[in-house]
DNA sequence: CAGTATCCAAACGGATACTG
DNA sequence: CAGTATCCGTTTGGATACTG
């Protein structure tokens, strides 16, 4: 395999973008840091319900490729402040574009196999 | 875990859009079938160096979510063409969102970590 | 609080063989 | 051609316990 033609090329605009998200949660992290601005380890873990293991690794993902800040203060308790970068803002027009759709989506599913509670 | 609020709660939209794309290759294959409006089983896997599992598994999955229609010609050889359901569609302003960060973060990557040949 | 370390399960990926 | 099935190794993801 290895193809390195169309999406799969390293220059690619769209390989590279689905390259920079790959994984289960890159979005979901950076659409949480776009809402609250700056969040720490903790609020971040408690809003997505993801591991320490995962949440760490996504964290390392996103500053690797420039997307997220770090930035730790030194006290006690220790408080670690994450955040994004001019490039990781940048992604939010796609972050709302998928928004709408997803709302798109769940209108557009009006059978609702999963929504058996309108309790809402 | 399981704390069915913000994100991850089912009637959230932005959940449900990441929901409706996990996985590596969902992006990918409707990016092609965008492109192509429509496409065989072995074009897209041509396109994309996936494995037979991995695209079916994927096509499945697209079509269980409204996303992707399965037209099946009963010729021989067999022809099995696909393409963007009205829903699919509807991502493709997401996509191009998307195709623009991409864009913008190779701009931004002057280093070239891994560009080191220009013959391209 | 913000992580590491460890172990285990599920997803991914490749090769090969087989089917309609 | 368009898949399905199986085996198997690798990668990713998750639960739990532990550390600075």
Known sequence: ???????????CAIGYAFKA?????KLPVMYVL??????????????????????TNTLRDLEEFGLVNRVQYNEVP???????????YAIIP??????KWGQLL???KPEAEEGENEND
Not at 21 to 25: H, P, R, T
Not at 78 to 88: A, F, H, I, K, Q
Not at 94 to 99: M, Q, Y
């Open 34 to 55: 776009s809402e609250h601005g700056t969040a720490r380890y903790n609020e971040i873990k408690r809003e997505l319900g993801i591991t320490n293991m995962m949440l």
């Open 94 to 99: 796609a972050l709302k574009e998928f928004e």
């Open 78 to 88: 220790p408080r670690v402040e994450y955040s994004l970068t001019d490039n990781g």
């Open 1 to 11: 395999m290895s193809e390195n033609v169309g999406i799969t090329a390293p220059t």
């Open 106 to 108: 769940l209108d557009a």
């Open 21 to 25: 998200i790959e994984g289960k949660w």
